[in-house]
């Protein structure tokens, strides 16, 4: 079998954590083609043949591969799909834009944030929430595949795979680049972090939420909310984590002010070490924390700052 793996690329780099957990799922079903694509992907392309696995590495570079339009990678990898049975990438931001209309395009379904390959046509993802896992036997004769990272282990370097550069499908100009706005920061990204510090509505406001920040820095981690914390404007959305934000499993995540509705632990249950600090001891998130402190967040986040 032969398999599609699309590289997460950004700004030309590659995003080594999450290609490198999509190849190992990847593995399974076969020999490994990883595409790298973007205005610049060449540097991302010689990451990714170090990666242990990968067969073979195709380079797309071409100007209406960048600014992350996903009509001009969907038509890019429609276009080799003749050559693969399986077409997969981890589940990123980017990706969940991209291989849907890579499925409609071929025709077939979309087996999304799939965490676990039984064989070649079937595969075990998370639906409600979370709160089921169901297996999925496709029919189609091309499966269109994204892995949910976090619970797949990165692939290990060593690799030495052959470099190909190829050119860029026809551009469907059905999108075009405007600009982006990007929120600069220093702490590590949210989905790849060791420790991520999460603060909820329990916070009060914006200008607390530099509690959560505080002790985040402190610790070197990344900041995440709920989607309360976000609604009510105490936390950008890029930071949600849950069923409608981004999906994380740290080594430790501490839970500030949050509840623990399933929506929240969707994105957050398989963390390794949960840590909540919530004021009700009857609070749900309590029921998936290893550590609880119940206690009022402006006593006990401040303390455990200046304790760090
Ligand atoms: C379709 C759908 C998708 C959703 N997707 C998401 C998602 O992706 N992510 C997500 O997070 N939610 C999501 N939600 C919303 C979810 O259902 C909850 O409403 C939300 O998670 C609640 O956020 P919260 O825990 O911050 O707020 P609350 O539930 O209001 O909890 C606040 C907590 O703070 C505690 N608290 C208050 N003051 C203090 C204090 N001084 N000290 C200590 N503790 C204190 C309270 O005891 C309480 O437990 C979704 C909902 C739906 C319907």
Same mark, same amino acid.
């Given at each position: 079998m032969a398999v599609l793996l *699309?590289?997460?690329?950004?700004?030309?780099?590659?995003?080594?954590?999450? %290609?490198?957990?999509?190849? %190992?799922?990847?593995? =399974?079903?076969?020999?490994? %083609?990883? *595409?790298?694509?973007?205005?610049?992907?060449?540097? =991302?392309?010689?990451?990714? @043949?170090?990666?242990?696995?990968?067969?073979?590495?195709?380079?797309? &570079?071409? =100007?209406?591969?960048?600014?992350? *339009? @996903? &009509?001009?990678?969907? @038509?890019?990898?429609?276009?080799?799909a003749g050559d693969f049975d399986h077409i997969v990438a981890p589940a990123t931001t980017d990706a969940k834009n991209v291989m849907p209309r890579v499925a409609a395009l071929l025709d077939v379904m979309v087996i999304s944030d799939a965490t676990e390959v039984v064989d070649a046509d079937t595969f075990v993802r998370p639906i409600y929430a979370g709160n089921a896992m169901q297996t999925v036997k496709s029919n189609d004769a091309k499966k269109v595949i994204t892995f949910r990272t976090s619970t797949f282990d990165a692939a290990g370097e060593g690799g030495s795979a052959a470099v190909e550069s190829i050119g860029a499908a026809d551009n469907p100009g059905l999108s075009e680049w405007v600009e982006d706005k990007v929120a600069e920061s220093d702490r590590p990204e949210l989905t790849s972090a060791g420790v991520v510090v999460s603060g909820g509505r329990g916070v009060g406001s914006e200008e607390d939420f530099a509690l959560i920040e505080k002790l985040a820095d402190k610790l070197g981690a990344a900041v995440g909310a709920s989607r309360a914390a976000v609604d009510s404007g105490y936390a950008p959305n890029d930071l949600q984590v849950g069923q409608t934000g981004k999906v994380v499993a740290p080594e430790l995540y501490i839970a500030v002010g949050i509840s623990g509705a399933i929506q929240h632990l969707a994105g957050m249950k398989d963390s390794k070490i949960i840590v909540a600090i919530n004021k009700d001891e009857e609070a749900p998130i309590f029921q998936v924390a290893d550590f609880g402190l119940v206690a009022d967040l402006f006593d006990a986040v401040p303390a455990l700052t200046d304790a760090v």
């Open positions: *699309l590289a997460e690329v950004n700004n030309g780099e590659l995003a080594l954590d999450a %290609t490198a957990k999509a190849v %190992t799922a990847a593995k =399974a079903l076969g020999d490994v %083609t990883v *595409l790298a694509a973007g205005a610049s992907a060449a540097a =991302a392309g010689e990451a990714a @043949a170090k990666i242990d696995g990968v067969a073979k590495v195709l380079v797309a &570079e071409d =100007a209406s591969l960048g600014h992350r *339009l @996903a &009509e001009p990678t969907a @038509a890019l990898i429609v276009s080799l």
